[in-house]
């Protein structure tokens, strides 16, 4: 089996470390479109939580609850280069808090 490096990685898959504020907030420089997320709180007990671009902006899964999706009222919107909040968002825009967003690229379907 031949061996093909992934040239320029972050075209597919990215982190980002930012501070929340309940506010609109752009998240940029992810260096591709945001389809699939993974966003962790990393100073609280918060909740770890996805959302893809296919079920939509304003769906939240839970990774670690046995709960069903939760449907936000202040969703996100996908760029071509990260994600924007549009306000408060559960557990990823906290004011002050700090997050860990985990971002791939999937074509968008």
């Given at each position: 089996m031949a061996y093909s490096p992934i040239?320029?990685?972050?075209?597919?898959?990215?982190?980002?470390?930012?501070?929340?504020?309940?506010a609109t907030h752009a998240l940029t420089g992810v260096g591709h479109q945001s389809d699939f997320l993974w966003i962790k709180n990393r100073q609280d007990t918060s909740h770890n939580h996805v959302n893809d671009s296919v079920y939509g902006?304003?769906?939240?899964?839970?990774?670690d609850l046995t709960q069903s999706d939760d449907t936000a009222n202040a969703n996100i919107t996908y760029?071509?280069?990260?994600?924007?909040?549009?306000?408060?968002n559960y557990d990823s825009n906290s004011s002050g808090k700090k997050y860990v967003m985990w971002s791939w690229k999937a074509n968008g379907s």
């Open positions: 040239n320029k990685s972050k075209s597919h898959v990215n982190t980002k470390l930012y501070t929340g504020t309940s902006a304003n769906k939240w899964r839970y990774t760029g071509t280069d990260g994600i924007t909040f549009n306000g408060g």
